[in-house]
């Protein structure tokens, strides 16, 4: 009787056990393929944006998350102080967080002339 019931296992799964072998083999794959594809752009681009607000000097011409461009005037740790369009009682403190793009005055100096 045993020795039937485990012909008849054999005989439902031909490959024994490397069907789970190869289904473990495809997730493996699929993870690396979604990290390289998802986590790791990510990581780069966040990279990316802290090196960026770590170089924010005063003087320098930002973009804000919300569509406002300005100019700093003062940082003190995490907060800026931005200056927005020619009316200078408009300055406005924020969070570092919150620039989108930072242009440089040497940087903007070259593209005008």
């Known amino acids: 009787m045993y ?10 799964d031909p490959n024994g056990g ?12 699929l993870f690396a393929v979604m990290y390289f594809l998802m986590i790791r ?8 944006k802290e ?21 700093i005037i003062d940082i003190v740790d995490d907060t800026v102080i931005v200056e ?6 408009c300055r406005i403190p924020m ?3 919150a620039i989108a793009d930072v242009e440089k005055p040497e940087t903007a100096a070259k593209k005008d002339a």
């Open 41 to 48: 752009p990510q990581k780069k681009e966040q990279k990316k």
């Open 18 to 29: 490397l069907g789970l072998i190869g289904m473990i083999v495809w997730l493996v794959i």
């Open 51 to 71: 090196l960026m607000l770590s170089e924010v000097a005063v003087g320098d011409s930002i973009l804000t998350t919300s569509g406002f461009y300005g100019t």
């Open 95 to 97: 969070q570092k967080a």
């Open 84 to 89: 927005f369009g020619n009316n200078k009682n």
């Open 3 to 12: 020795r039937i019931l485990a012909q008849s296992s054999t005989a439902a």
